[in-house]
């Protein structure tokens, strides 16, 4: 079973036990947090696609540790004045492992049941 999650304005596909490099999130490293903007849940047929998000679904996460991206070099140069700036940016960012996808059965249980809905009008045209 996957997952879509949203977490600092990007989206990513997560399993259980995958490690992921993210934004920076409060919490110390060991704490237990939780995603609760999840975009899609399930596996092939049975996936569960949200209008924006699936409700009730939750994936469970372990902070890993804090730490700071690759230096990006900000370098500006005016040619022939004598005039350059350099400057770097670190990133923050935090590293997680996914520990648990927990789908609620509801969100199943509403799409089959309107499944048998789609079933039961197409029968009685």
Same mark, same amino acid.
Do not use: C, W
């Given at each position: 079973?996957?997952?879509? =999650?949203?977490?600092?304005?990007? *989206?990513? #596909?997560?399993?259980?036990?995958?490690?992921?490099? =993210?934004?920076?999130?409060?919490?110390?490293?060991?704490?237990?947090?939780?995603?609760?903007? =999840?975009?899609?849940?399930?596996?092939?047929?049975?996936? !569960?696609?949200?209008?924006?998000?699936?409700?009730?679904?939750?994936?469970?996460?372990?902070?890993?540790? +804090?730490? #700071?991206?690759?230096?990006? =070099?900000?370098?500006?140069?005016? #040619?022939?004045?004598?005039?350059?700036? !350099?400057?770097? +940016?670190? *990133? +923050?960012? !935090? !590293?997680? #492992?996914?520990?648990?996808?927990?789908?609620?059965?509801?969100?199943?249980?509403?799409?089959?049941?309107?499944?048998?809905?789609?079933?039961?009008?197409?029968?009685?045209?």
């Amino acid at each position: 079973m996957f997952a879509v =999650i949203k977490t600092g304005g990007k *989206q990513y #596909r997560v399993a259980a036990n995958d490690v992921l490099t =993210i934004e920076k999130l409060e919490g110390a490293a060991g704490d237990k947090i939780e995603f609760t903007e =999840i975009l899609m849940v399930g596996v092939g047929a049975d996936a !569960t696609i949200g209008a924006p998000f699936v409700e009730g679904a939750v994936v469970s996460a372990e902070v890993v540790e +804090h730490g #700071r991206a690759k230096k990006v =070099i900000a370098f500006k140069k005016r #040619r022939r004045q004598n005039s350059k700036r !350099t400057r770097g +940016h670190r *990133q +923050h960012n !935090t !590293t997680v #492992r996914i520990l648990d996808i927990a789908a609620v059965a509801g969100a199943k249980a509403k799409k089959a049941s309107k499944k048998s809905e789609d079933a039961a009008a197409e029968a009685a045209n």
